[in-house]
């Protein structure tokens, strides 16, 4: 297994605060806090804040250490005051801490081995891991323009794991191994119609067997359904997620929507995955945490007679974990009441 080695000498730790004024404890803090396997960045963070997103205002950053945002089970995060603030820092088993009139944070020589899946996530993994790997989001031309099947080995119609399928289309020396996709659903803002992208839903692995001229011949490696003909096959994607990233506030101001929630249903809870109508053109960013805003009912005023929209009440928060162009996948974080398609998302 990999092994991380994280050796910290005598170091300065660095504020990075961003905006005016001492951010918001939460009423019943702890001192400190002994890391557990199981916890998450959001967790630890909630347990000191009122607002998780403004952990890194007050999170000291060792620069000496190889990766000084990894924060792992059995190190303690300690609650300190410099200049009157309060500040965030680390402190890893058996590891001795000064500090210094000036407000720098002197450790004692520790060095550490630890296995590199032991780094405690932003958020739990286990709730977005499949749309982290196995759902895309593509251009029209994109998937119209990919290989399709042609047909299955010994005529079958609907092919599964270990089955031979032919292809047709344009093939690269350099691509061996492919996803097969079906079109999904059609991403539209609810607001302009434009189009934002299209959903590709992975059905199996294939790699391939041999090629001539345009027609291929693979073989499936992994099939989650049947595979039919005039599916699509779109290179697999190498892509590492980092896990380990900042819960924070967007750089810019965003004023978006959920146009859908995963699973077949409307309605949206803790834990929910949404698709929101921002992507990277909007600079929106992984770990950008967003505030829901549940639409407020159109209600006729029974003395004038009118249509009054009420006022949009804040409903729960989502954090961004994958961007694409003008989309996003958001995991929902805190649902204070009923969240719907459609509801309002802001700058928290």
Known sequence: MLKSLICSLCI???AATAQAGPVPLKQGHPERHFVEKGDTLWDISETFLNDPWLWP??????????N???????DMIKL?????????TVERPGQKVTMLADGTIKLSPKARVTPLD???PAIPLDKIQGFLVDHRIVERQELEAAPYVLAGGDEHILMGTGDIIYARGEFTESDTAFGVYRGGEVFKDPDTGEVLGFEALELGLTRMVSVEGDVAKLRLLSSKEDVRIGDRLLPTEERKVDSVFYPKSPQDEIRGRIIHVFGGVRNVSQYSVVVLNK???DNLGVGDVLAVFRVGERVRDRLTNELIQLPSEKSGLVIIFRTFEKLSFALVLRAQRAMKVFDEVKNP
Do not use: A, C
Not at 69 to 74: A, D, E, T
């Open 12 to 14: 300065s730790i660095v």
């Open 57 to 66: 205002e007050i999170w000291h950053i060792n620069d000496q250490i190889e």
């Open 68 to 74: 000084p945002h990894l924060i792992y089970p059995g």
């Open 80 to 88: 300190v005051y410099i200049g009157g603030e309060p500040k965030l």
């Open 118 to 120: 032991s780094v405690i």
């Open 279 to 281: 992507g990277d053109r």
